[in-house]
């Protein structure tokens, strides 16, 4: 299982501003470290929001202040207030709040204390990871139509015959209640033919064969 404080990019790595921060510091912060967005952390160090180009001119236009010097508005004027997650969360808790925002912040168990926040590429590299997506291997890909008892300890029969190692075992859903993906791959093997043989005896169905190395793969529709 993969944890938060494993992916965690750590407060004292990267810049954050406070509410008090004037609206051109804010800019010039951005432009200095290349980013769109940035965290707002008050001075007791608790996490308050996001805030960046988009809340700017969204605060800008609201409030008919596009003549406003910059140095009279305040970050407390323009960001967003959002939700972190706890250092103690699962990883998939990431996964939501990543498809919404361009970083995941993170505090302490008490909820505030803000410690880090998570980067898409952290979560891009723990996926890629999870699916052994460096290494050279065989991917199968399976169907099964119902939610049956033991299915994943049937694949593991189907292959311990022939020496190889399991990299990676993931099951997902295929859009459908009835139907579910396995997606089972194995360290590179000559074995292919009857390990996709022993798969398809135990009732699955193999829809696709990949043969990969490391990140670059090739695949063999069945």
């Known amino acids: 299982m993969l944890f938060i404080k494993q ?3 750590p407060r004292e790595e990267i810049a954050t501003v406070t509410p008090e ?3 051109g510091e804010l800019l010039k912060v951005l432009e200095k470290y290349g980013l769109d967005s940035i965290p707002v952390v008050d001075g ?3 996490f308050i929001g996001i805030t960046g180009y988009s809340y700017v001119m969204k605060s800008l236009l609201e409030n008919d202040s ?4 910059l140095e009279e508005k305040a970050v407390k004027d323009a960001y967003h207030a959002m939700d972190p997650i706890s250092i103690d969360s699962d990883f998939e808790e990431t996964l939501p709040v990543i498809v919404r925002y361009p970083f995941v912040p993170v505090v302490d168990e008490d909820g505030f204390t803000f ?3 998570v980067k898409i590429s952290n979560i891009e590299a723990a996926l ?3 699916y052994g997506h460096d290494l050279p291997g065989v991917r199968f890909l399976l169907a099964v139509v119902l939610d049956a008892p033991h299915e994943l300890e049937h694949i593991v029969e189907a292959v311990k015959d022939f020496d190889v190692n399991i990299i990676s075992l993931v099951t997902f859903d295929a859009g459908d209640s009835a139907a579910r993906r396995i997606m089972l ?3 590179p093997t000559e074995h292919v033919p009857a390990i996709h043989e022993n798969l398809e005896t135990r009732g699955f169905r193999v829809l696709n064969v990949s043969k990969a190395e490391g990140a670059d793969f090739q695949q063999n529709p069945i």
């Open 115 to 117: 410690l880090g926040i």
């Open 185 to 187: 791959k194995v360290s």
């Open 44 to 46: 007791k160090g608790l």
């Open 21 to 23: 921060t004037s609206i």
């Open 128 to 130: 890629a990871s999870t």
């Open 66 to 69: 596009l003549l406003t010097s």
């Open 7 to 9: 992916c965690l990019t």
